[in-house]
């Protein structure tokens, strides 16, 4: 059966979202694959998919218990033969669903790393035909990573194991490149596709603030946002319980959720936010869990979280539904002392070996320094968290604090006529750094060897700094207006897009640092 097919067939859907045709392919062809995705792009289709094309089993490794459950639920009520094998399941249950699986009873298996040594399921394993294991969460694999597993670096002693070598695909919501390059060698991908996408959420904007009074601020923009619905995330209960009440206090409609709360409170504040009855949920990092609430407007952390993960996921609970969302960080130099006491004090994961624990408090430090540069940067708050998790950008998203402060929208269309007429006459045959040299009529032996001196656009960009031209130059690239090649030496060349600028005339513009009188960026300067 097709891919469009099964995806109609078995879930109901008509169309796959950015990315997915893609790994889906990738896998079909026997590639390994590793998708970067952010939680709710709809990874599980990236391998449920070709898991049904597949003539074997797929065998899914997933640390998450509930979701194990979950997921085989809704493939079982799709019509799919799946289960699952975690400590959940009694020996008697185990054994049972080992045997159905030996006869052939199911198309998609899910496994908790812990399980996979069990003696009867590895035996199982290798007796049976695999064409592919699943690495869900695989950012479990790296120290690098949030929430370390040891178990996970099992998985590629039972890859080794197998009599014949599946697909392996990975996936995860975070991965920074030195998680990627961990996932990549401790699983053992051999020359994986890599696809790192939908990260960027348009609808939201950032905002940084560093108040002397968080509190403030807080019910500042909260009087300013009468009819809104948001969450405010604490480090701490009792920074919960303070803001809370003092808001309360205030006259706001809020609630409060963290984990020292009954079961019971804890599910009647949950409701009372989920059901608009409560405008404002006051918590700690222990809400929002598998909560999908689409009309959520403003996501204000109170405290600076321990990393970038947390912050973009905690934050992206904004604006579910697409329209316009506020993101804001309220910083102070306190938080970062307060996340460094809770990474060295943390000393009981997993029963880590002491030195194992060392190196992973060791990148927890260094994940702390990247989110308090997130605090501090001048330059696009966007463009920092992409670049973070590894996605193309494109410099200025005009819709952050730091944006909206240092940077201007610009006409370029002039200088981008410019560069692609230059481009054409050199006819596309150079790269970047040469384009920028003819355009500002560089008088250097390699220019004039060439005889680029003679032609048409040679030196009508003199008095334009190199950096704003390379900028634009990138800007035509990821506008798809221009393309490098995949050389060694990567030249430029005119991709279709350039006739709407060459011929029709288009307008372009771009966000660009903010000049003052005497032409310095106050970007830089600030
Ligand atoms: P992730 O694992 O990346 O967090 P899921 O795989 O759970 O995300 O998918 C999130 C939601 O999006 C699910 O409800 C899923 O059914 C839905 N979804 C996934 N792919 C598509 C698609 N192509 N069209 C419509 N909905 C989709
Ligand atoms: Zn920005």
């Known amino acids: 059966m097709l891919k469009n097919q099964i995806l109609k067939q078995y879930f109901g859907y008509d169309t796959f979202r950015e990315g997915q045709a893609e790994m889906i392919d990738s896998i079909l062809n026997g590639r390994d694959v590793l998708g970067i995705m952010p939680t709710g792009a709809g990874k599980s289709l990236c391998f449920q998919v070709p ?42 249950q185990t054994a049972k669903a080992i045997d159905n699986a030996r006869n052939n009873k199911y198309k998609i298996i899910y496994a908790a790393p812990e ?35 040891p178990s996970y670096l099992k998985i590629r002693d039972v890859i080794e194991k197998l009599p014949k070598r599946p697909v392996i695909s990975a996936f995860t919501a975070t991965a920074t490149s030195e998680v990627k390059e961990d996932i990549i060698r401790l699983l053992s991908l051999s020359e994986p596709g890599v696809l790192i996408t939908g990260f960027n959420r348009e609808n939201l904007s950032f905002e940084v ?79 929002g869990m598998g909560i999908d609430k689409s009309n959520v407007a ?58 194992m624990l060392e190196l992973v408090k060791e990148k927890e430090r260094e994940r702390l320094k990247k989110m308090t540069y997130y605090c501090h940067t001048s330059d696009c708050l966007r463009e920092y968290i992409l670049k973070y998790f590894g996605e193309r950008t494109v410099g200025f998203c005009g819709n952050c604090s730091n944006c909206n402060d240092n940077f201007e929208k610009t006409d370029i269309t002039e200088q981008a006529q410019m560069i692609l007429s230059c481009i054409a006459r050199l ?79 288009a ?20």
């Open 427 to 505: 006819k596309e045959r150079f790269g970047i750094k040469m384009v920028i040299d003819t355009l500002r009529g560089s008088k250097s032996e390699k220019v004039l060897k060439l005889g680029l001196d003679k032609i048409k656009t040679y030196g009508i960009m003199s008095g334009v700094p190199e950096k704003r031209i390379r900028d634009i130059i990138h800007y035509l690239v990821l506008q798809e207006y221009l393309l490098l090649t995949n050389s060694e030496f990567p030249v430029v060349k005119l991709a279709a897009r350039s006739k709407e600028v060459l011929q029709d005339n």
């Open 115 to 149: 399980r996979l040594d069990l003696p009867e399921f590895l035996e199982f394993l290798q007796r049976s035909d695999i064409s592919m294991v699943t690495v869900d969460e695989a950012h479990c694999v790296s120290q690098w990573g949030q929430n370390f597993r």
């Open 507 to 526: 307008k372009l513009s771009m966000k660009m640092p903010r000049e003052n009188e005497a032409g310095n960026s106050l970007a830089k300067a600030a």
């Open 51 to 92: 898991a049904l094309v597949f003539s074997g089993i797929t065998l899914v490794v997933s640390p998450l218990i509930s979701l194990m459950r979950d997921q085989v639920q809704a493939l079982v009520a799709n019509g799919i033969p799946a289960a699952f094998i975690n400590s959940t399941l009694s020996s008697a």
């Open 298 to 355: 403003f996501v204000i952390h109170y405290n600076m979280p321990k990393n970038l993960e947390s912050y973009y996921q905690e934050a992206g609970r904004a604006g579910r539904d697409g329209t316009p969302a506020e993101c804001i960080l309220l910083y102070g130099g306190q938080d970062v002392i307060t996340n460094q006491l809770l990474i060295d004090s943390a000393n009981d994961r997993d029963e880590m070996e002491p030195k």
């Open 209 to 287: 603030k560093k108040p002397a009074d968080k509190y403030r601020t807080v019910i500042t923009y909260l009087k300013e946002n009468p009819d809104k619905s948001g969450i405010i995330y604490c480090s701490t209960r009792k920074t919960v319980e303070e803001v809370c009440s003092r808001l309360i206090g205030d006259g706001f409609n809020a609630t409060r959720y963290h984990a020292g709360l009954t079961e019971e409170e804890r599910t009647r504040n949950q409701d009372d936010f989920l059901y608009d009855r409560k405008a404002v949920m006051v918590a700690t990092n222990a809400f």
